[in-house]
């Protein structure tokens, strides 16, 4: 069962999904024109599992929103700003991924880089422009991930709660075709990231049922605004 994450030097989910994306082979991230919304999703849905957040409904509209738990703020500075955005009235999903997902990728990516997991260094293009490349870094800890969430996705592994997240995440950005050669993509793959999508984890997460329903919630809600933002 996943803890509550109050130890800033403690990966986040955020954090994990962005290593997760990055591609070492060509030194990038995967899916840069949706990453803020799903780095923003990470974020919500690690408040939500570690009952910093929860969802209600907007009167006769019935529009999902999100609101903080009074006096229950997160200890990660990383999460607090998307908590502090919730605190003074309960928010539409798609407007906290939009407030707070921009913010998010120089952070998380430095974190990573004091972490060792990824390398960064700067150098001229033809000694003149100023250009910056990532490497993997000595920590190896992308490979214990991506295991995990292969396990997960390829060999039906029962996740725990933050791979099955991870997983979700993974699959809500749309970049898993571009993970061939790691996971592989096909039809069983395919079923089985959607249904981490829509919330199925397994035994291990049914005694988080609720903290479940609302990151799972916003999963789906980082699978549509990453759609929408993808066919723009």
């Given at each position: 069962m996943m803890t509550t994450n109050t130890d800033p030097g403690a990966p986040t989910l955020a954090e994990d999904l962005l290593l997760l994306l990055f591609q070492p082979r060509h030194g990038t991230i995967a899916g840069e024109g949706t990453l803020f919304y799903v780095l923003a999703g990470a974020v919500l849905a690690e408040l939500g599992l570690d009952g910093n957040v929860e969802t209600d409904?907007?009167?006769?509209?019935?529009?999902l929103?999100?609101?903080?738990?009074?006096?229950?703020?997160?200890?990660?500075?990383?999460?607090?700003?998307?908590w502090d955005y919730v605190t003074d009235k309960p928010?539409?999903?798609?407007?906290?991924?939009?407030?707070?997902?921009?913010?998010?990728?120089?952070?998380?990516?430095?974190?990573?880089?004091?972490?060792?997991?990824?390398?960064?260094?700067?150098?001229?293009l033809l000694g003149l422009i100023d250009t910056t490349s990532l490497a993997p870094g000595p920590s190896g800890r992308r490979d214990e991930l991506m295991?995990?969430?292969?396990?997960v996705l390829v060999d039906g592994a029962q996740p725990d709660v933050?791979?099955?997240?991870?997983?979700?995440l993974l699959s809500g950005s749309g970049t898993l075709p571009q993970f061939d050669r790691e996971i592989g993509?096909?039809?069983?793959?395919?079923t089985r990231a959607k249904e981490?999508?829509?919330?199925?984890?397994?035994?291990?997460?049914?005694a988080q049922a609720v903290a479940r329903t609302?990151?799972?919630?916003?999963?789906?809600?980082?699978?549509?605004?990453?759609?929408?933002?993808?066919?723009?």
């Open positions: 409904t907007a009167g006769a509209t019935g529009a929103r999100i609101r903080a738990v009074a006096d229950h703020p997160p200890g990660d500075p990383l999460l607090r700003p998307a928010r539409g999903v798609q407007t906290v991924l939009a407030a707070v997902g921009p913010a998010l990728r120089s952070p998380v990516l430095e974190r990573l880089e004091d972490r060792g997991d990824i390398a960064r260094t700067s150098r001229k295991a995990g969430v292969r396990a933050r791979t099955a997240a991870l997983a979700a993509w096909n039809s069983a793959v395919i981490l999508e829509q919330g199925n984890w397994g035994a291990d997460a049914a609302v990151a799972a919630t916003i999963v789906n809600n980082v699978v549509v605004a990453a759609a929408v933002a993808g066919r723009a």
